[in-house]
């Protein structure tokens, strides 16, 4: 469980650990700059933020420094893409999952007192989901998005989100 926000909710995504911003129909450029600005935006509280591209994928920024109160949260873009479609939810979620089962996995295999160790690896190129009790097959490619230096610390003036009055997400 977890708590997830539209990135259009201010409040919402402040204190979300997975914030999902509405990328459908845009260019490819316009999408990155999308996730860019909700990087940008919610860096701090979110350990996963995606940007929908298609109801087929989603870029998704992976928070890759453990701890939430980092002085200058670090990360990486996957693009994560379904044969089928999907609600908007699901392809960040999917990886925040991953994320969490990650973590449980590593601190239960480490001997008492040992810390976690820094950085978090690229998920599996393959994940399998369980949605509505049907099984979805998803595959997870890097996405060719530089993240290091400053990347996601500025945000324009003006901050649009699409709003799709059929998605309960982004009502």
Same mark, same amino acid.
């Given at each position: 469980?977890?708590?997830? /926000? %539209?990135?259009?909710?201010?409040?919402?995504?402040?204190?979300? *650990?997975?914030?999902?911003?509405?990328?459908?129909?845009?260019?490819?450029?316009?999408?990155?700059?999308?996730?860019?600005?909700?990087? /940008?935006?919610?860096?701090y509280? /979110?350990? &996963?933020?995606? @940007?929908?591209?298609?109801?087929? *994928?989603?870029l998704?920024?992976?928070?890759?420094?453990?701890?939430?109160?980092?002085?200058? %949260?670090?990360?990486? @873009? &996957?693009?994560?893409?379904?044969?089928?479609? #999907?609600?908007?939810?699901?392809?960040?979620?999917?990886?925040?999952?991953?994320?969490?089962?990650?973590?449980?996995?590593?601190?239960?295999?480490?001997?008492?007192?040992?810390?976690?160790?820094?950085?978090?690896? $690229?998920? %599996?190129?393959?994940?399998?989901?369980?949605?509505?009790?049907?099984?979805?097959?998803?595959?997870?490619?890097?996405?060719?998005?530089?993240?290091? #230096?400053?990347?996601?610390?500025? &945000?324009?003036? $003006?901050?649009?989100?699409?709003?799709?009055?059929?998605? %309960?997400?982004?009502?």
């Open positions: 469980m977890h708590l997830l /926000a %539209p990135a259009s909710d201010q409040f919402m995504a402040e204190n979300a *650990s997975v914030v999902v911003a509405d990328a459908r129909d845009q260019e490819t450029f316009q999408a990155h700059r999308t996730l860019h600005d909700a990087v /940008a935006r919610f860096r509280g /979110a350990l &996963v933020i995606g @940007a929908v591209t298609t109801p087929r *994928s989603s998704v920024w992976i928070r890759d420094n453990p701890g939430r109160l980092q002085d200058e %949260p670090k990360g990486y @873009a &996957v693009e994560i893409r379904s044969p089928r479609p #999907g609600p908007a939810e699901l392809y960040p979620s999917v990886l925040y999952t991953w994320l969490r089962w990650w973590d449980e996995q590593t601190r239960n295999s480490l001997p008492p007192g040992d810390r976690t160790p820094q950085g978090v690896p $690229r998920p %599996p190129t393959e994940l399998t989901a369980f949605l509505n009790g049907t099984q979805r097959q998803l595959t997870v490619r890097d996405a060719n998005l530089d993240t290091s #230096g400053d990347w996601g610390r500025t &945000v324009p003036q $003006r901050y649009f989100e699409p709003f799709d009055p059929e998605d %309960p997400l982004f009502r």
